[in-house]
């Protein structure tokens, strides 16, 4: 089993960048779909982004494409999140999931995913 870790959250001024990192243990990342989530206080777990490893295809919220860009780093085993033109409205603790890319319908789902990490929070200041 996978084992993930995030890294990479912290304060940030609107308009402003993160750059978040998820490194796996255990396993390589190659047969995985890796998935980011948020969760905002009082809210549920929301899609942010997705990366099917082994052939780099891509997935993006609505709330995010143009800002995020998700990339993996298989000699490292990482995925990693970069956050541009940040918002209020990203604040939120930020997990990475993994999943067998062979058993993901949809990518943006948290129902989808069995292994996730702890979470980094980002907090965006306006």
């Known amino acids: 089993e996978v084992q993930l870790v995030e890294s990479g959250g912290g304060l940030v001024q609107a308009g402003g960048s993160l750059r978040l990192s998820c490194a796996a243990a255990g396993s390589t990342l190659e047969p995985y779909v890796i998935g980011w989530f948020r969760q905002a206080p009082g809210k549920g777990r929301q899609g942010v982004s997705a990366?099917?490893?082994?052939?780099?295809?891509?997935y993006y919220a609505d709330s995010v494409k143009g800002r995020f860009t998700i990339s993996s780093d298989t000699a490292k085993n990482t995925v990693s999140l970069q956050m541009n033109s940040l918002k209020p409205d990203d604040t939120a603790v930020y997990y990475c999931a993994a999943e067998l890319w062979d058993a993901v319908e949809h990518p943006l789902r948290e129902s989808n995913f069995a292994s996730w990490g702890q979470g980094t929070q980002v907090t965006v200041s306006s």
């Open positions: 990366i099917s490893v082994h052939n780099g295809v891509t």
